[in-house]
Every structure is written in structure tokens, then in C-alpha cells.
């Protein structure tokens, strides 16, 4: 396939010592021309920094926006996916370490223009399109021309991302998502220090900015590794944190660790664990807490905060049960459930993801 073609980049500074700093993210490479930055998509050149990957995809696929995960964004939709490959965080943990790890351009498959990837959605009858597999964040440029593409088109845009992004490009990012969903990979400095390689500090800048400067629908998700982040007393902070900062609407998704890339020998996160981690987020105040990765059916049900009733129950990404109003009221009591929902109800899209490719016009 070659290499992509490169696109011109928005967020840099010449620096004095002839190097250009790349100010996408909070590592803030300082390159020399020709090099790549940490998430290895991002180039120094004469003039700038390039996006290397724009146009470029690792594939696309049809998703339920439940797998995203969103269980208050248009529950039931069909999302069209795509990423691109690389990251600017070096999680040892990684489940997708194939794609953001890579190094091959022999990953990147597919090429599609923004305008390509909308009109594919849109033929697809897609509520969104999601930005995801790796974090979108490095390929900013590609995101937000392709957000644009799809809001021309009366289609939804969702970031898959770690938030780990400097304010000015947050801005611009964020400005143009309609909903994310929000990697809290754990809650001390020390755990994003010594297992991604990064800072917790900005992530939580990017989780305040998100609920109180911009429209977009905000999700969380935490993946418990045992023995690093599953401390219940760290889960009690991280919970009281979001309930404190971002108010008890967000909601908040506990995942099971499996393992992965370079934490082979780390055990899975037991099914108990998760349950007594939505225990304490609900104790904390917050109104929709939910467990995934696992099949535990209170952990994915959608409930009342008012009267407690069932409103959205699922059977892993499918929805077996809806008693949502077309405002989103319960059906029992009439409280609005926070989120985003569609006038005729939910959508039955179902579980299994659907592969798609885009032709390539000559």
C-alpha cells in the first residue's frame, strides 16, 4: 500500500534550538526534522509537524455504540468505527496494543477521505461515527476534518480517547464530538507513571473541561487491573472525585482487565471485584455506575435514579428491555434518566460487529 500521505498539522512551535515541539499532547515531543514523535504518527518537518496516518485507517467496522462503551448515548444505535494506528501513551496493559502499538504501515489497509468515511456512515444508516481502536487525539487533524464531514450530514461524531491532550487542541477536539467516552486509567499519579508513561493531572483537566465548557455527552471508563488499581479505597476516591468535579449524571464504567501485551502473568479481574466497585461508586453518590467485559446483568442495567426502576436493561450490547418516554423520562415515574436519546426509543442494532470497507475512488 506505501506509506500515507502526510497533512499539515495545527498545534506546534519552532523552538530555538532548530527542533519542533508538537503541542497536541501533554508529552510535548520536541523533534528534529524527519523525527517522530512518542505516538510515532506525528512528524517534525521543515515547516511543522505532519499528520503521517490522515486518509489512512487500520479498517472499519459497524459497531454498537454499547461496545464504545456509551449506555446513554442514542442506546441501541449503530456506530461506523474506524482508528488509525499509534498512541501517545504507553500502556503496558494495552487490549488494543496490536493497532495503537503498531509500527507497520502494512496495519493501515483502508483509505478514506473524511467526506468518504461520512457518506459510508451515512449509507450504512449509522447514527455516529466513532473515533476509536486507538486514540484519536494523535490523529486530530483526520477526527475533527472528519466531524465536520459528518455533521454536514445530520450524523453523530463519539471520541474513544484517553483525554490526554493540551488545552488549545482540546478545545478544537472536543468542540466537535457530540459524546466520549473517556479512559481514567487509575487515580494516583503513580499508577499512570509506571504503566502508561504519563500524567494524571491532565486527563482530569480534560474530564472538567469536557462537562463544564462544551456540550458534548460525557462517559467514563476505568479498567480494574488487579493488584494495580482495584484498591477500594482508591476506587472510593476516583468515584468521589467524578461525583464531586463532574456532578452524579456521569456515568461510570468498571471493565475487567484480561491480560494482555505486557502484563501476561496479571490475573483477570474477578467478576467480584467489579461488583463491589459499582457498590462503592453508587455509595458515592453517583447515579449510573456500570461493570463490563462481564456478563452480570444489574451491572449492565440502566436504572431509575428516582424510583429505581429498570429503564434499559441489556444483554451484553443488546437491549432486551426499554422503558424510556421519548424525552427520556421513566415510564414509571416520569424522572428524566440523563444522556442522549432518540425521539422514537431505542435502536436494535444488535451485538456483533459488522466489518465494512470503503472503495477507493480512482
Known sequence: MGQPAHHPGRYFVKLD?????????????????????????????????????????????ID??????????????????????????????????DISKARDWDRMQETA??????????????????????????????????????????????????GYIMPDAREEFFGVMDAANVDLKGFTEKFYDSLCFAKLGPVLETLEYIVHETSCWLEITTLLIPGHNDDPGE??????????????DVPLHFTAFHPDYK???TPSTPLATL???REIGLAQ?????????????????????????????????DIVHYALDAKGGCSACGHAVAGRFAAEGAGHFGSLPVPVHIPVHA
Open 17 to 61: 534550538n532548530g527542533r519542533i515541539r508538537c503541542d497536541v499532547c501533554p508529552r510535548q515531543c520536541a523533534m528534529k526534522p524527519g523525527q517522530r514523535g512518542f505516538c510515532f504518527v506525528r512528524q517534525a518537518t521543515d515547516d511543522g509537524v505532519d499528520l503521517t496516518t490522515y486518509g489512512r485507517s487500520s479498517g472499519f467496522c
Open 64 to 97: 454498537p455504540i454499547e461496545k464504545k462503551p456509551l449506555n446513554h448515548f442514542y442506546p441501541g444505535s449503530s456506530a461506523f468505527s474506524f482508528g488509525t494506528a499509534g498512541c501517545n501513551l504507553g500502556c503496558k496493559f494495552c487490549q488494543n496494543w
Open 113 to 162: 477521505s473524511p467526506d468518504d468515511i461520512a457518506d459510508a456512515a451515512l449509507r450504512a444508516r449509522c447514527k455516529s461515527v466513532a473515533f476509536t481502536y486507538n486514540d484519536p487525539i494523535i490523529f486530530l487533524e483526520y477526527a475533527v476534518d472528519t466531524a465536520h464531514a459528518c455533521h454536514a450530514r445530520g450524523i453523530q461524531t463519539v471520541a474513544v480517547t484517553n
Open 235 to 248: 476506587i472510593e476516591r476516583l468515584s468521589r472525585w467524578v461525583y464531586e468535579k463532574l456532578g452524579p
Open 263 to 265: 502484563m501476561l502473568d
Open 275 to 277: 461488583r463491589r466497585a
Open 285 to 317: 453518590g453517583l447515579r449510573y455506575v456500570y461493570t463490563g467485559n462481564v456478563r452480570n446483568l444489574a451491572g449492565s442495567t440502566t436504572f431509575c435514579p428516582k424510583c429505581h426502576a429498570p429503564v434499559i436493561e441489556r444483554d451484553g450490547y
